[in-house]
């Protein structure tokens, strides 16, 4: 991978994506004023788009509990962990026209975000918490879609009785506002139990897409060949792949 090359490029991509995802209304240029603003107002009262609850710092629970792997328990893990993570690469492959490979403080001088959003599990307990990152939007247009793209995968560094974890969401999710590559929880680096350095904040959905210890982002057109082929660990057990509210 031409790893220096496509890191000092991101910036520009990222611009450049930006840019052309606002110039290519062509057809949005197409609809009025009128009948553009009420599409968007329908979409932010019922759509998938539609933002998840965001709370006050006053709300944020005492202490954000871990669930599932609370550490990926390897010696390089270990390593990585005490060396502040500067080896760490996030990496976005599969279906897009510039792959990259980005460390922490790629991650950290893109754009932020920052919402307090309550997490909840199916195991049956919710913790509120603030969370900051880079949209997952921001990334996905520094690296620029190729046509196929449809969902978005996340490889994570822990394995579960021999099987990776990973998660899969698709293209509405993936550049849905509150869908954050988060690096801070309550304003300290991510912990360890919480998926250091990197988790998966996808706000409309249940605590098991929330993927921890993030090593790569891979764009696939389908989900049949990945894992078990039912889009996410859990769901190759019989969860729901769609796990939204
Ligand atoms: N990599 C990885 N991600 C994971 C899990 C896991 O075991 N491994 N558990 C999931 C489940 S079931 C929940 S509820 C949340 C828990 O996040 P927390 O540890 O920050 O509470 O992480 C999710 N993401
Ligand atoms: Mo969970």
């Known amino acids: 991978m031409r790893r220096r090359g496509l890191i000092a490029g991101l910036g520009a991509l990222v611009v450049g994506g930006c840019s052309k995802v606002a110039d290519s209304g062509a057809g949005q240029a197409v609809l009025g004023s009128a009948e553009r603003w009420h599409k968007a107002a329908q979409r932010l009262i019922t759509g998938r788009d539609a933002l998840a609850t965001e709370f006050t ?9 871990g669930n599932g792997s609370q550490t990926v328990g390897t010696p390089e893990y270990a390593s990585a962990l005490a060396g502040g993570f500067a080896d760490w690469q996030l990496t976005v492959t599969g279906l897009v026209t510039h792959p990259l490979s980005l460390s922490l403080d790629n991650i950290r001088r893109l754009p932020q975000r920052t919402q307090i959003t309550r997490h909840d599990c199916v195991e049956g307990w919710s913790a509120i918490g603030e969370w900051t990152g880079p949209q997952l939007a921001t990334i996905l ?105």
């Open 141 to 245: 247009r520094g690296a620029g879609l190729q046509p196929e793209a449809r969902f978005v995968v996340f490889r994570c560094a822990d394995v579960l009785d021999g099987a990776p974890y990973y998660e899969s969401i698709d293209m509405i999710d993936a550049f849905h506002p509150q869908t954050i590559i988060a690096h801070r929880l309550n304003g300290e680096p991510l912990p360890e139990r919480n998926g250091a350095p990197l988790r998966l904040r996808v706000e409309r959905q249940l605590g098991y897409k929330h993927a921890k210890y993030l090593t790569g982002i891979e764009v696939v057109a389908s989900l049949d060949t990945i894992g078990e082929g039912r889009g996410g660990y859990w769901e190759d057990r019989g969860y729901q792949w769609y796990a939204g509210a």
């Open 57 to 65: 710092r006053a709300d944020i629970s005492p202490s954000f509990r």
